[in-house]
Every structure is written in C-alpha cells, then in structure tokens.
C-alpha cells in the first residue's frame, strides 16, 4: 500500500497542474481578464488581460475601484457604481455591462461578473470575478436592432399600401372575379417593384429598370411600344415603387380600353430633364380607339394622381379623344453614364482634401483607395469621433460621413461641418434618409452597400455644386 502512495500523489499533481493549464488556456482563448477586489483595502489583484481590456500595454503596478471606476463613461458611471454598493451591502454578486473609455481613448463595452466572498484568514471582503470585451456583440445587437426597425417600418408601410389596395379596389369591383384580378395584377407589381429595388441594391436604380420590369410582364410588341429619352436617370427605392405602380395601371388600362386593346395602337414612353433633379415621363397613347374621360374616377386613375404626391411627384392625365397622356414628374438623382464620366474624367478630385469618417475598416481603406486614385487627399479615415472633430478646423473641401461609430453618432461633427459650408456626403446602412435631409438639406445621402464610384461620383457633384469658400 505504502509503495502505491506516492504515486497517487504524482497523479493529483498532475492533475492540478493539468487543470491549472486548462483554466490558462480557457482565459486566453476567450480574451477573459480575471480580478480579485479587497473591498476593505479598496485594492485589487487582475491579470494582464484584465488590464489590456482597459488600455493597458502591460500590466499596472496597482489598480483600486476607484481606478476602474475613472474608466466607466460618466453616463454608466452611477448605474455601475450603485449596482457595486448594492452588492456589498446584500452580500451578493455583483454583475453589469457598461462602456468605458480605455487609456488609449477607444470607446468599448465590458461585461463583468463578480462573486462575493469572506476571506477566512483575514475576514476581509472580497469580490472576485472576470471582465470581458463585448463590444463586437453590443455593435451587432444594435445593428440587429435598427434592422429589425427598417424591416418593422417597411413592413408597416407595405401593409398600408395593400390595405389601400384592398380598399380602394373593392369599392370599384364589378364582382369577385373582378376585385380577384385588379387586385393580384397590383399586388404583382408591387412585388415586382420590390424585388428590382433588392436586385440592384448595390448599383443605381434607372428609369429605364423600372419600366422595363413594369411593362415586361405584359410582354408588349417591340415595334408597339417605345422607350426614350434620359432613361439613365436614377431613383430613389420609395420613387421606384410609385413609378412602377403608376406604369402597371396605365399599361393595364391600354390593354384593356386604350392603344393596345386594338392592332394598330401604339405607345411611347419619353423620359426628359426638367431641371437639376426634376424628371418628367411623357406617356403618351396613338392609333387606339377613340378615348372619352370616364364617368367616374376609378382606383387606378385615383392612384395615378396621388401615389406620387407623397414622393414630392405630380401627375397629369388627358384623355385626348386621339389616345390618353399621362405626364408624371418626379424627382431623380444623377445619370449614370453621367457618374461614370465624372468617376473617370470630367471635374477630377486633384487636391481636394476629404474628410472621411467610418468605422469599418475594409469600408474605409477601400474609399480611401478609390478616392486616393482620383488624386483627393484623404483625412483619416477616422473612427472615433473625437478625433474627427479635432480635424474639423482643417476645413476640408468635402467629407464623407457614416453616421453610425459604434454607440456614437457623427451628426454634431456634420453639424460642425456644415456651420463651415462643407459640402457632406452621407454613406449609412441605417439611418433615414429623409431625416438627414430635413437637417442637411444640401447634403447628399447615399445607403449602404453603395459603389466607391458612386461616392466619387457624387463627391465630385457637391463639390462642384457648391466649392468651398477660401
């Protein structure tokens, strides 16, 4: 039995050992800063990692409370600090996430859990416990969120367009049949709409892409049907949708009464600039049988002369005895062979100093790159705010801003911005669009995921459109 001790002993060690091992290599691998506060001293052992979670290249002679909680932003500070009390005097665990600004001036979030104990050689009070780094998972809960919010808003949306459908068709139906028809043939459209607007998610939205997705489905005669004009004109998601719906009813309402119900009908789609802007549709009906206004207003010309007055649009309906003409306008952005030409040679960005503020880094380096090429001189890219801001009385020529930096905002660095009459180009995946506008009118907004020609392209059109003072 004596000869078996020892080696039961060795085993033990190794097995403390091993376990010691395991438990390293656990705090490692998941980036976990241990600690162990006296409460009575105030004082408090931690590993490296813990204090490299703060800021810390290497480990500092000493650290308190007091010292942790200098780091807490000032806005946690008293949640954090009330949940420590809290803790102590019910003798308890201690557990909270909050932000904190580091030694290095980067803002993250942390997570920490304490267990409270005595210790029984001293009777001192103690918490000891680990801290981790969430930031990434905070960043993508609120990305989650305000996806979650869009898809919340654009589902609200969608719901009140086919209630006004439902409604509106209903009133007009002749019979089941009827309201089954007019009914699934506009919610096709719709659908169509959307779809075109999640295809070319990634490029600009032309006219010409709305009315062939629009007209396509009733598969018109080429040589009955025509397209011209500036038909490279782009669309905003929310315009598309309403030009398409508009283009549905009035192809419907030609196949059924107008020029192409008959053989000899014809119809022309004209597409020109009215100003910087401002785009006007000319649909225009020949050769059909003779046309009288009708006796009443149908859903579909009630939605032909509001669906766009929302959007800031206007349309106009004659029904000449010669064939119906429908004039829509509405506004549009750029061309796209005119992107291309200012991307690649008209009104270079040579000397131009860009400000550019964005948090992820592949986003970021790659529009420095592009607009590096265009020979712009790049400030930044910055990621924080602060920095940003002390860049600001630089005055540069332009700046391109997301509006999301992690749990900031950059909308008083545009505020900065725009006091000086820098021209801004917003770049977001998810902020409103029309809220931006209504505070910078004069600023352009583009979402994400957008081309890096595109930005050069409308960077070059703010700069041009309004050069800064010197």
């Given amino acids: 039995m004596s000869s078996e001790r020892p080696t039961a002993g060795m085993e033990d060690v190794t097995e403390l050992t091993a376990g010691a091992d395991h438990l390293r290599l656990v705090l490692a691998v998941g980036e976990i800063g241990v600690w162990d506060l006296d409460v009575t001293t105030g004082k408090a052992w931690r590993s490296l990692r813990h204090d490299q979670i703060f800021g810390y290249d290497k480990q500092l002679p000493s650290w308190s409370y007091e010292d942790f909680l200098s780091h807490v932003v ?20 201690w557990s909270f996430d909050c932000r904190i600004l580091r030694a290095d001036g980067k803002l993250r979030w942390i997570a920490a859990h304490g267990r409270h104990v005595v210790d029984p050689q001293n009777g001192h009070e ?9 930031t990434e998972s905070k960043e993508a809960e609120e990305r989650l969120r305000l996806v979650t919010s869009e898809l919340n808003h654009r ?32 919610m096709e459209a719709l659908s169509r709409s959307h779809a075109l607007t999640v295809q070319l998610s990634e490029s600009a939205l032309r006219i010409w892409d709305v009315i062939n997705s629009a ?10 049907f025509s397209v011209s004009g500036a038909t490279d004109a782009t669309l905003a998601p929310k315009i598309a949708e309403s030009l398409s719906l508009a283009l549905y009813e009035l192809t419907t309402n030609a196949i059924k009464y107008g020029a192409l119900s008959t053989g000899e ?5 004209n597409v020109s600039r009215l100003a910087p802007g401002r785009a006007q549709v000319v649909w225009r009906e020949t050769g059909g049988p003779r046309v009288s206004p009708p006796a009443q207003r149908g859903f579909g010309s009630t939605l032909l002369r509001s669906i766009l007055r929302a959007e800031e649009g206007e ?37 131009r100093r860009v400000m550019v503020v964005e948090d992820e880094f592949l986003i970021a380096i790659s529009l420095e790159m592009a607009l590096g090429e265009q020979g712009a001189l790049v400030e930044g890219p910055y990621t924080r705010l602060d920095e940003a801001q002390k860049a600001v009385s630089s005055r540069p020529d332009a700046a391109v801003l997301d509006v999301r930096l992690g749990s900031e905002s950059s909308l008083p660095l545009a505020r900065d911005l725009a006091g000086l009459g820098v021209p801004l180009l917003f770049v977001t995946g998810n902020v409103d669009g029309e809220e931006l506008k209504q505070e910078f009118p004069e600023a352009q907004v583009l979402s994400k995921p957008v081309s890096e020609d595109r930005v050069v392209a409308e960077l070059k059109r703010l ?3 309004r050069p800064v003072a010197r």
């Fill in 265 to 269: 009908g014809r119809v022309s789609v």
């Fill in 155 to 186: 589902t609200r949306n969608m719901l009140s367009v086919l209630q006004g459908m439902v409604r509106m068709s209903a009133r007009r139906a002749s019979s089941v049949a009827d309201l089954e028809r007019s009914l699934l043939g506009r």
């Fill in 126 to 134: 103690r918490i000891i416990g680990h801290v981790i780094d969430i």
């Fill in 463 to 465: 700069i041009e459109r």
């Fill in 315 to 351: 349309v106009r309906i004659d029904f000449a005895e010669t064939g119906v003409v429908c004039v829509i306008e509405l506004p549009v952005g750029h061309d796209v062979a005119e992107s291309e030409r200012a991307t690649h040679g008209e009104g270079q960005l040579d000397g």
């Fill in 215 to 224: 007209v396509s489905p009733f598969a018109p005669e080429p040589d009955r």
């Fill in 74 to 93: 000032e806005e946690d500070r008293a949640r954090v600090d009330e949940a420590y009390g809290t803790a102590l005097a019910e003798k308890r665990n």
